[in-house]
């Protein structure tokens, strides 16, 4: 099998991990803006060769007030796993329609990325909102009752570099 050597001269076989980094985010979060913004869920990874892929995943715990929700997720400000320009039509990783404010869903999604650099890489998911007037929320459900009816969970985001 192939073989790289990053900068460092450390040698990985082609297909191997070379690190892997995880952020955790227990608290909640939410927003009702209609631009994409930070959900705080975010990880930097900095990769040994420019050859390498990062595979990219994340679980995101979303509620919502029965809105249109779009997540989104970005590499260094710049939206990667999106679908295609379609008239109006938001380009998205995820797009969110719950029926029940009192649900809590969980989004998932792989990616692999190629940023071909050693320089410091930082992933962040992002969340909007169709009109001001709806409500997305992040490891909570929208209704949130202080009770035992309602639980609240964690999101995650993890960076692994593989070997080119």
Known sequence: PRAVLDVKGDLY???????VLQSVKTNSASTNSTSFVDTGL??????????SKILVSYSANIGTNTSHAF??????????????A?????????YIRHFNSQSLESHCMEFL??????????????YSVASTSYTVTL??????????????????????EIAQ
Do not use: M, W
């Open 13 to 19: 076989a082609h297909g191997s991990v070379v690190q």
């Open 42 to 51: 975010e990880i930097t990874i900095t990769p040994k060769s420019t050859s």
């Open 71 to 84: 997540l989104r997720l970005v590499r260094n400000g710049t939206s990667i796993a999106i679908g295609d």
């Open 86 to 94: 379609a008239g109006n039509r938001v380009q998205c990783t995820h």
């Open 113 to 126: 990325d190629s940023p071909s650099t050693t320089s410091s890489v930082t992933y962040k998911l992002q």
């Open 139 to 160: 490891n909570r459900a929208h209704s949130d009752g202080d009770n035992t009816y309602y639980g609240r969970g964690p999101s995650t985001i993890t960076a692994k």
